[in-house]
């Protein structure tokens, strides 16, 4: 299984802009490798340790734990970090 965290808040339009992109990229996964991601979101509004670690860099993608990207999201980047997650994640 792999986790993938995604830090925001409402009414951050790069954060909607995110979100997109991770429900994009899941989508065009191989079904065998989209079966296997969890999608978490967590706000800085509702946590004051993820807002005192991320609130200037928000959005903000984790990949089982491990920072992978904030600010922008790449589309490509991010699909190639969710199939060598799941490679990893298999074994």
């Known amino acids: 299984m792999t986790t993938l965290t995604l830090i925001g808040k409402d009414g951050c339009h790069l954060c909607d802009v995110a979100e997109g992109i991770v429900e994009q990229v899941i989508a065009e996964l191989p079904d065998d490798v989209a079966d296997t991601i969890e999608v978490e979101s967590a706000s800085i509004l509702e946590d004051k340790a993820l807002y005192d670690q991320w609130w200037e860099k ?6 089982d734990g491990e920072l ?3 600010w922008r999201v790449a589309a490509d980047r991010l699909h190639d970090a969710l199939l ?3 490679k990893e994640n298999a074994r």
């Open 58 to 63: 928000i959005p903000v993608v984790l990949i």
């Open 68 to 70: 992978h990207t904030y």
């Open 84 to 86: 060598a997650a799941n």
